[in-house]
Nanobody, 128 residues
Framework: QVQLVESGGGLVRPGGSLRLSCVASGRTFSSYGVGWFRQAPGKEREFVSAITWSGGTTLYADAVKGRFTISRDNAKTTVYLQMTSLKAEDTAVYSC?????????????????????WGQGTQVTVSS
């Protein structure tokens, strides 16, 4: 079993930055690929970014490429999402998810049904 808890959300002005954290319980966390997803009001949940179990490969949605950076510290069982140059359209509930896999990142990162565990989410609001 893996439990995921997100934190770091909040209210930020356009152009600002936030760092989200996804802390996992469970000793096998280093075997899991992790993805970040977001859901804005009235919209479907969408893929934001993902990272392989080793941290060696990352993937980003076009909407956040160049502004967001995903990273992980397996010793701390934590995955981070550093968000910069935030825009109003980044406002959403951000959730992390994990799945046990060693497959190539492009084969699993965007498939929401393939993730084994999900966190509760953290609200990010970008507004002046």
């Amino acid at each position: 079993q893996v439990q995921l808890v997100e934190s770091g959300g909040g209210l930020v002005r356009p152009g600002g930055s936030l760092r989200l954290s996804c802390v996992a319980s469970g000793r096998t966390f280093s075997s899991y690929g992790v993805g970040w997803f977001r859901q804005a009001p009235g919209k479907e949940r969408e893929f934001v970014s993902a990272i392989t179990w080793s941290g060696g490969t990352t993937l980003y949605a076009d909407a956040v490429k160049g502004r967001f950076t995903i990273s992980r510290d397996n010793a701390k069982t934590t995955v981070y999402l550093q968000m910069t140059s935030l825009k109003a359209e980044d406002t959403a509930v951000y959730s992390c998810a994990a799945r046990r896999t060693s497959a190539g990142i492009s084969t699993w990162s965007g498939i929401q049904s393939g993730y084994d565990y999900w966190g509760q989410g953290t609200q990010v609001t970008v507004s002046s």
